[in-house]
């Protein structure tokens, strides 16, 4: 926890900084690779344009230790830490205060620091880091830096590309599962950082706070691998992506997009990955459907064949519609509308617009081959 004490206009404040070089590994990413894309990589999963065409290298990766997780303006954020690349290096600050009368002095060199950079990176700061921020600028009439600011939050890619695969979308659980960090006995849990500052408000207790500035330098560095390792998900998937579950996240995001080739070699690779069973039915369907807007029918009629086989009642409707409209084979397209309709039957609630579609399908189906036969 080495620094020094800084002086304000407002104060004195701690200051502990961290230099890593660009080739540091933070589990099996370098933190400088980051630096090989630009934030406008992960607009398909960001949902918004606005700001992405900022550079990682002006940005600030922010993170804060809080008093409490409710908010409001009886939280403080007594230590604010400030990930920036300098000079061929990625620098870590960590600004103190030591005793909530020096939170003007701590604010005061923070709001120095965000100034000079164009927007942020965070993990679910857009809902609780920068308002809280804000909410203590305010509080100390200070003027909050970076006003409407490039915000980039990573909380919402992260759950879009991986919630499917992980249980959790935690930093924590990211950093085990995506990015392969493996945090030492020098860390702490987030729950415990509020008692350990209590403490040494009230005691005097140093030592524990190394722990909770370790804690906050490596959620810091995590933020900078985790942007690398995103953008480099959404550059080079078929690479990168290993898991069914998650190409798969990233196919309907791109069918969404309108890019529809690159979705049908998301949904084709996902497809050769282990799915659970219900994940791959659904595949099986948005790729069927994706072949028959691509001018594909029989790679579509392919797939809903196979799910046919498996009692599928989504796929056997399809297969009629297929066989009455495109082969013009209506006595194919009723067999396979009875059995549509049997598998209907044997469901004790069945879905009854469904069970009107397949119903009304017959009765046409049966007035079509009366006609052809008169």
Request: hydrophobic share 40%; proline share 5%; with cysteine.
């Amino acid at each position: 926890m080495a620094g020094v004490e800084v002086q304000t206009s407002e104060g004195a404040c701690f200051v502990s900084e961290t230099r890593y070089p660009l080739e540091h590994l933070h589990g099996q990413v370098r933190v400088g690779s980051v630096l090989e894309y630009r934030p406008s990589t992960l607009r398909l999963l960001l949902g918004e344009d606005e700001g992405l065409e900022a550079d990682f290298c002006g940005l600030a990766f922010l993170d804060t230790e809080t008093t409490g997780l409710a908010g409001g303006t009886g939280t403080y954020a007594f230590l604010v830490g400030i990930g920036r690349f300098e000079d061929g290096e990625f620098v870590v600050r960590q600004y103190f205060m030591r005793d909530i009368p020096e939170e003007p002095a701590m604010l005061a060199l923070v709001g120095r620091t965000l100034s000079e950079c164009l927007g942020l990176v965070t993990f679910n700061g857009r809902a609780f880091d920068w308002p809280l921020l804000e909410t203590r600028f305010t509080m100390n009439r200070q003027p909050p830096p970076l006003t409407d600011p490039c915000h980039l939050d990573l909380l919402l890619p992260a759950r879009r590309l991986w919630r499917r695969r992980l249980k959790s979308c935690a930093l924590s659980s990211l950093e085990e599962h995506v990015l392969l960090v493996r945090r030492s006995s020098d860390d702490v849990p987030g729950w415990a950082i509020p008692g350990l500052y209590r403490d040494f408000l009230l005691w005097g207790r140093a030592e524990p706070l190394r722990q909770v500035f370790y804690h906050n330098a490596h959620d810091i560095l995590s933020l900078a691998t985790l942007a690398a390792s995103l953008c480099a998900t959404l550059s080079e998937p078929l690479r990168t992506l290993r898991h069914g579950e998650d190409l798969y996240s990233l196919a309907q995001r791109r069918e969404a997009a309108g890019d529809l080739a690159s979705a049908r070699e998301l949904y084709e690779q996902c497809l050769r990955c282990q799915l659970g069973r219900e994940e791959r039915r659904e595949a099986m369907h948005r790729l069927a459907r994706l072949y028959r807007r691509l001018g594909r029918p029989e790679d579509a009629v392919a797939l809903w064949r196979e799910l046919a086989k498996g009692k599928d009642v989504e796929a056997c409707i399809a297969l009629a519609k297929y066989y009455e409209h495109t082969a013009h084979d209506l006595a194919r397209a009723h067999q396979l509308a009875m059995r549509a309709l049997a598998l209907l039957s044997e469901d004790p609630h069945p879905d009854r617009y469904r069970l009107a579609d397949v119903k009304r399908r017959l009765r046409r189906l049966e007035e079509k081959s009366g006609r052809e036969r008169r």
